[in-house]
């Protein structure tokens, strides 16, 4: 059975950071696409980073400005989001996906999903 597990997510003040993990298990992360996701409430969720299992190279939305990395670790079967500087505007629930053949960043065309960890960025 397919699983992904988040976390790493609290509470940290503005300009502080944290590091996102999570852990798949019932399959190899090695040839799916992967993304991390955001959503607050009455909002849609959006695309934070994601990494396309053909190019392997790593996207990120406009809003990250170069605070936030994504990277796989297929030996650990991980995936993880190091998120710095946060701002208050960073506050949200993230979601970790993978999907075995999408290449675009796209919450709509991802097929499995995290539970979700919350984030809260607050002084």
């Known amino acids: 059975q397919l699983q992904l597990v988040e976390s790493g997510g609290g509470l940290v003040q503005p300009g502080g950071s944290l590091r996102l993990s999570c852990a798949a298990s019932?399959?190899?992360?090695?040839?799916?696409?992967i993304g991390w996701f955001r959503q607050v409430p009455g909002k849609e969720r959006e695309g934070v980073s994601c990494?396309?299992?053909?190019?392997?190279?790593?996207n990120y939305a406009d809003f990250v400005e170069g605070r936030f990395t994504i990277s796989k670790d297929n030996a650990k079967n991980t995936i993880v989001l190091q998120m710095n500087s946060l701002k208050p505007e960073d506050t949200a629930v993230y979601y970790c996906?993978?999907?075995?053949?999408?290449?675009?960043?796209?919450?709509?065309?991802?097929?499995?999903w995290g539970q979700g960890t919350q984030v809260t960025v607050s002084s």
């Open positions: 019932g399959f190899t992360l090695a040839s799916y696409s």
């Open positions: 996906a993978v999907d075995p053949k999408t290449p675009q960043c796209d919450p709509e065309l991802y097929t499995y």
């Open positions: 990494i396309n299992s053909s190019e392997g190279s790593a």
